[in-house]
């Protein structure tokens, strides 16, 4: 060790490294969740079904997470963490080598659903982790290190995967899914601690966490508005090529664009609940109906619908980090179950968009995804502003950690 270098540096040096694994981790975590998305028309060719039915793909791998967070949290709530961090990237891995082999719809829907059973844990577990593992009063910090590394997904992951997709093959894209989750595997086996099960909660906390108000009015804030964002973005890429005219290249763009505002979204966040804590989910939610209502109008002007883009993933990201920071704070005494009902109500919004954006292509077109989505935030907005916001109160970080 240099002589410059305390015990202590290199400690809190060794905490990043490994929070920085869990943020590669929850990199390709979204990517394999979304990357479908950018992939609709290739899987329907190749497997010869409806854009529409392909699009429940997502839907049935969110409402399985949702179904799934917490029995299977529960389960794993005494599993020392490495162990079982190795154990779900073992059958994630494996998931993906039967997703570059599906053979039909229903081979590739099962693999998907093992996927979603790793995918419940891993989110109910790594957010609790990676805040435990922060240096002193680096929380919110750390909440960030996972958020850029979710936000790098859309950046990279789902925007480089939908062009390998459409060029060599989607299966060659989950192929290397597989191969980089191996590599996840090994430094998280090789680099992360053996960390006991801490606060994990249990069944008898359920009940205790449903009567905490704050809780129950940012699971459905989230339920609500990512049902309203998914209702768009699931469908995006029809929608861009049959409403706006554009080009598959230019849909690449803008999923990188607003995978890319999810970064910039990520650092705002760090800055703007300490100044606006009461205000940054009312404030992005406008920003978001903004987005989603002006988008009809940017026919075939690529300029308008990138800066929509921009403007739309730092919205998601701060709506995103406000209410998951909020549950981490209204239960601090339970968080592993606290965030896997934070997961489940997610992703209720995530297949509930999937659902809805479904039947609107079916019954009426897919022009109108752009006003269903925003009315479910319409929605959201108007019960924080009467009803939540009175009970939205502002936590100071812990001045203590966790023991580890």
């Known amino acids: ?47 010869e079904i409806p854009e529409s039915q392909t699009g429940l793909l ?22 020392e963490r490495r162990k079982l961090l190795a154990i779900l990237f073992a059958v994630f891995l494996l998931a993906h ?44 910090k750390a909440l960030a290190f996972m958020v850029t590394g979710s936000s790098l997904a859309t950046v990279l992951g789902v925007p480089l995967g939908t062009a390998i997709g459409q060029h060599i093959g989607w299966r060659t894209t989950f192929g290397l899914i597989a191969v980089i989750a191996g ?19 249990s069944l008898k906390s ?21 049902t309203g964002y998914f209702t768009v973005y699931t469908y995006i890429t029809p929608y861009l090529r049959e409403v706006g005219g554009f080009d598959e290249t230019f849909v690449i763009w803008v999923l990188f664009t607003i995978g890319g505002a999810g ?5 705002l966040f760090t800055r703007l609940n300490r100044l606006l804590p009461l205000n940054t ?16 109008f940017s026919y075939q002007h690529k300029v308008i619908v990138l800066a929509l883009a921009l403007f739309w993933g730092i919205a998601i990201t701060l709506i995103a980090m406000s209410l998951q920071t909020k549950v981490l704070e209204a239960a601090s005494d339970a968080a592993d179950i606290s965030v896997a009902i934070f997961s489940a109500t997610f992703n209720i919004g995530i297949g509930s968009g999937a659902l809805i954006g479904s039947m609107v292509l079916d019954h009426l ?40």
Request: hydrophobic share 55%; aromatic share 12%; with cysteine.
């Open 281 to 296: 989910y009312s404030i992005s939610a406008i920003i978001l109906i903004f987005c989603l209502i002006f988008l009809k």
């Open 1 to 47: 060790m240099s002589q410059h270098q305390s015990p202590t540096t290199t400690h809190e040096n060794g905490s990043w490294f490994v929070i920085a694994i869990f943020a590669f981790a929850a990199f390709i975590f979204n990517t394999t969740e979304f990357v479908p998305i950018g992939l609709l028309p290739n899987i329907a060719q190749s497997l």
């Open 263 to 267: 970064i910039i979204g990520g650092y």
């Open 58 to 79: 997502m839907t049935i791998y969110a409402w399985s997470v949702t179904l799934l967070s917490i029995p299977l949290t529960l389960a794993t709530a005494r599993i």
């Open 206 to 226: 359920l009940p205790s966490l449903m009567k905490r108000p704050t809780l129950v009015y940012a699971f459905l804030l989230t339920a609500l508005t990512i």
């Open 365 to 404: 077109g897919v022009r109108h995804i752009t006003h269903i989505g925003s009315a479910f935030i319409w929605v959201a907005l108007l019960i924080f502003l009467v009803l939540a916001r009175r009970v939205w109160i502002v936590k100071e970080e812990p001045t203590s950690q966790p023991k580890r």
């Open 97 to 140: 080598i039967i997703s570059a082999f599906a053979w039909d719809y229903y081979s590739l829907m099962a693999s998907r659903l093992l996927i979603a059973c790793t995918h419940a844990i891993f989110w109910a577990i790594t957010i609790p982790l990676a805040t435990r593992l922060a240096p002193q009063g680096n929380r919110i």
């Open 183 to 201: 590599i996840i595997m090994i430094l998280l086996i090789k680099e992360l601690p053996q960390l006991p099960s801490k606060n994990a909660g």
